[in-house]
Each structure stands twice: as structure tokens, then as C-alpha cells.
């Protein structure tokens, strides 16, 4: 194997360490406080009423309250909820559970990823269908 390889291969090595010792650096320190301020979702999915797709605006006070607002598309129906409020948990690995209050009533899982700008979170309401999507620090 020539030199270069053996560099290369080396250099690889290095950057994957660098970029493991940094993920788990970020995900180790997440809190409430983690989310804070405003977020822009969009979310699709399929409901029993059919194709689902929503678009929206959470507010995280970073002490586990929040409030939001959507604008959703099901069955060939346009939805305007109004606003909601809500309250959220973040363990230290940077996995966030949350429950809407009225009107939605609905729960979710999410991941935090970088540094709390953007987050994955799928619907967990049972008899909601399959929803998921991601938001992101506006």
C-alpha cells in the first residue's frame, strides 16, 4: 500500500473520530432549554381520513411550554386549528416528548439535531395514522 493510501485512510479515520466525539458532544447537554423561541414545521403523512400535510409555528419558552399554530391540508380539506398550547420534555440524549392540549390532544416523540436548530418528530397519538416531520429554528 503506498503512502498516500496509508495517509488517506489515516486522515479518514481521524475525521470520522472528530465527527463522532463531536456528535456525541451535542447530544450529551440537551435540557428544555434546548428549544427556545420559534420554529417553522412541515409535516405529511397519511390519517384515517387520508393524505395529511401541515404546515406550522411553535413557540418554545425553554422551561417545557409551548404554543403553536397550524395550517393543515386532510383529505382534500383545508384546517385552521386555532392557536394551541402545550407543554414538552427533553432528556440529555436530546429525545423530546410533547402533548398538544385542545383542540389537537395529540402526542409526539422527537430528536433534537444540531445544537437545537431543527428537530424530527413523528405523531405517537394512537388512532392518528402515520405523521412525521421537521422543524426549524426561523
Known amino acids: 500500500m503506498s503512502i498516500r493510501n496509508r495517509l488517506l485512510q489515516l ?20 435540557s428544555n432549554a434546548t428549544l427556545h423561541g420559534s420554529y417553522g414545521l412541515h409535516a405529511t403523512g397519511t390519517t384515517a381520513s387520508g393524505e395529511f400535510a401541515a404546515i406550522g409555528r411553535f413557540t418554545y419558552d425553554g422551561k417545557g411550554n409551548l404554543t403553536g399554530k397550524l395550517f393543515a391540508r386532510s383529505a382534500g380539506e383545508n384546517v385552521e386549528p386555532p392557536e394551541f398550547t402545550g407543554t414538552y420534555s427533553v432528556t440529555p440524549d436530546c429525545m423530546m416528548t410533547d402533548a398538544f392540549g385542545p383542540p389537537l390532544n395529540s402526542t409526539h ?5 444540531d445544537n437545537g436548530k431543527e428537530y424530527f418528530i413523528i405523531d405517537t397519538t394512537l388512532g392518528h395514522g402515520t405523521v412525521s416531520g421537521v422543524a426549524r429554528r426561523q
Not at 486522515?11 to 440537551?30: E, K, Y
Not at 416523540?109 to 439535531?113: D, E, F
Request: with cysteine.
Open 109 to 113: 416523540v422527537s430528536v433534537i439535531v
Open 11 to 30: 486522515a479518514l479515520v481521524v475525521l470520522s473520530l472528530a465527527i463522532g466525539m463531536q456528535a456525541a458532544d451535542d447530544t450529551a447537554n440537551c
